[in-house]
């Protein structure tokens, strides 16, 4: 299936840290300097190197930083 994930990150501080963005999508893992993702705003988007299968259960997991310092 042709998929483009969006997810909404917020951060009411500093804001997100965009090189601490990353996502695993099944097996195939993204960050903002891989092709195909963006972050704009609150919003990042991300576009799978592959097809993913119709009818089947995949993991999808995101993790981000905010730019907080103490």
Avoid: C, H
Avoid at 42 to 69: G, N
């Amino acid at each position: 299936m042709d998929s483009l994930f969006v997810f909404e990150i917020k951060d009411i501080g500093k804001g997100v840290d965009e090189e601490s963005i990353y996502i695993l999508i099944g097996q195939d893992a993204y960050t903002i300097n891989t092709q195909g993702v963006a972050f704009s705003g609150e919003y990042l988007v991300v576009q799978p190197r592959t097809w993913l299968p119709v009818a089947s259960e995949i993991d999808v997991k995101v993790a981000a930083s905010d730019l907080q310092v103490f």
